[in-house]
């Protein structure tokens, strides 16, 4: 998502970046507090604050915010057991029945659990050509949980931010390093994007469109502005090639919304094939096509504007966001 790539590269890179020093694992807490505090991911700013120091503000938002620290799932916090015994004492005892140690190590914990275990268990270089080892903090055991190598100290605080800094900093390297090129037929990949703001795309273009699907439902008075549809488009392919260095191919329509008014919005953006679900497939003419193939799509009949269109699987797809995540 254009606007994802955007918050990534803001609040992540560009913002941490002049206060990370990447072969010693540090971050300059202070400069970065006097010119960035409150301005990007506040478990920036937790992580980088002593413990000591945390106010009830702080102590809520760690322990009891919609997003809280232990707000991950079953199956990841199940993985290091430390983690999962903090979490259980504080479900019993409360804020008032942490020490000061316990917060300093659930902040820890909530970066570190949420690395992908290749991250965990060996020395990797990443395509910026840094490299990320934790291993001197932690350990795999036998039963594939991971367990503390040391007692955590604030500076280990700071390194995970320094370390997870150079992670998010490698994601859009690593996506050019796996891009499929058509030039060449080389790579393993395809980038795709979605209009920039990831907006309900035809009902910017026109809410009347809405009809079509909910013609029975009373609609607001008409939004209609087409030029805004193609400057969500225009928008994405631009940043699209300023980050990548070529134009997309595809794009996903922001949450599957498509119309048929809006096909050659795509096609003159140069955007060859979009996907939605199945459903929509199902509910268009003429009826009972197979959903396992690529359809051509004209802005309208004689039209040289087109697009191609694939439909996904909606069980398996949403089986794998909702359903295999807790497995």
Not at 181 to 191: A, C, N, R
Not at 297 to 314: C, M, N, P, Q, W
């Amino acid at each position: 998502t254009s606007s994802l790539l955007y918050q990534l590269e803001q609040y992540y890179v560009d913002r941490l970046k002049p206060f990370v020093d990447v072969r010693k694992n540090r971050v300059d807490a202070r400069k970065y507090f006097k010119k960035f505090a409150g301005k990007t991911d506040p478990w920036i700013d937790i992580a980088l604050k002593p413990t000591r120091e945390f106010n009830d503000n702080d102590r809520m938002f760690l322990l009891t915010n919609v997003w809280n620290a232990f707000g991950i799932s079953e199956v990841m916090i199940n993985r290091f057991p430390e983690y999962k015994k903090l979490k259980e004492k504080f479900a019993s005892a409360g804020v008032n029945g942490l020490s000061e140690q316990d917060m300093r190590e659930i902040k820890f914990w909530f970066y570190l659990a949420n690395f992908d275990p290749d991250f965990l268990e060996a020395r990797v270089r990443l395509a910026t050509g840094v490299t990320i080892d934790v291993t001197d903090l932690i350990q795999k055991n036998g039963d594939g949980t991971y367990t503390l190598k040391k007692t955590i100290a604030e500076e280990d605080c700071n390194r995970v931010i320094a370390e997870t800094f150079k992670i998010l900093s490698a994601i859009v390297p690593i996506h050019k390093k796996l891009m499929y090129h058509p030039g060449t037929y080389k790579g393993q990949i395809e980038v795709i994007t979605t209009p920039f703001y990831h907006p309900i795309l035809p009902l910017i273009y026109d809410s009347d469109l809405g009809k079509f699907c909910q013609p029975n439902e009373a609609m607001p008075p008409r939004f209609h502005y087409p030029e805004d549809a193609e400057a969500q488009v225009a928008k994405a392919v631009s940043y699209y090639k300023q980050m990548f260095g070529l134009l997309p191919a595809g794009m996903w329509p922001a949450e599957g919304s498509v119309a048929h008014d809006v096909v050659s919005v795509f096609a003159r953006q140069g955007i060859k094939w979009i996907a939605t679900d199945e459903k929509i497939l199902a509910r268009s003419k003429p009826s009972g096509q197979p959903k396992y193939y690529p359809y051509a799509l004209y802005a309208e009949h004689g039209s040289k504007e087109s697009v191609v269109i694939v439909f996904r699987d909606t069980e398996l797809s949403d089986k794998i966001g909702f359903v295999y995540q807790n497995y």
